[in-house]
């Protein structure tokens, strides 16, 4: 398999590579946990970084994990995938009698692998089957599943939850109409040609009417939102002492979602101050190392455009005195 395009035919980069490393600090060696492999480009990178550093890559697309055992394959014993959901790290180092880890990376959503295959139905610019489950061998609904068996208001509701998108109800509408018309929306196109009719195309918009009912449908059906919070928590737990987890996240709720998890963890209670006790788990246990989230530079945003809404958040555990 070559390597896919990051979009408009240049070649794959890692999103935010060098800053992920400076916060990862890769040549302190040891275990890194790369939370969401995809195409295996971070992991390279922290591999060549130092001959001390091993990585145990997590993806829930066994065709990630198929090219990305490939593309690491010379890294030998200091690489391993495994085809599991990150939420379910505590269990899987467990099992693997690793603990003690120095980095945990997660850099969110789909690879270009997938946006790109069209057969995993992702994209509106191919024609296929209505899909977009990052586990294409797993037993999740698809996304034309979800919209023949949802009822209108809760269409509406996710579409305008997890895509930010103020035409939702008339969207969810017109695909309750269809279906009860007995032609459900069943592929890519059929869904974008039926956002674009309900809600227009204005010439300033800068990306296509359907992108944010895509985006929507994707979170639903992999349900990303679910379990990030404690997914934070566990690396956190599983780190060593001066460990680093670092995050990347490309939408608001999931931003909001990992920036709360860490201020938890650094110690910040969020409860009522009206409250006796704390309810929320502040602990601290992190240092923040990132007061703001990074973004990346005009030049990677121009280079590559999927980069666009990239947000990292870093931390680092705190050595116990
Ligand atoms: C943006 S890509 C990662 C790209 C990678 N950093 C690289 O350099 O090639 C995200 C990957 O995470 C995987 N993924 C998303 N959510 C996951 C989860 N909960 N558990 C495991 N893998 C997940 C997706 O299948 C996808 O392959």
Known sequence: MSAPSGGKGAPHRPVLLLESLQYLAPVRGGLFVDATLGLGGHSEAILESSAEARVLGFDRDGVAITFATGRLARFGAR?????????????VLDEAGERDVSGVLADLGVSSLQFDTPVRGFSFRHDAPLDMRMDAAGDEETAA??????????????????????????IARWIVERREAGRPVGTTVELAELVARAIGHKRADKIHPATRTFQALRIAVNRELEGLGGFVETSVDLLQAGGRLVIISFHSLEDRIVKRALRRLAGQCECDPRLPVCACGARRVVEILTKRPVVPSDDETRDNPRARSAKLRACAKIEQG
Do not use: T
């Open 79 to 91: 690489f391993r995938a495994v085809h599991a959901d990150f939420r379910e790290i505590g269990r």
């Open 145 to 170: 599943d979800l919209l023949a068996r949802l009822p209108e208001e809760e269409i509406a509701r996710l579409i305008f939850e997890y895509g930010e998108e103020r035409r939702s109800r008339r």
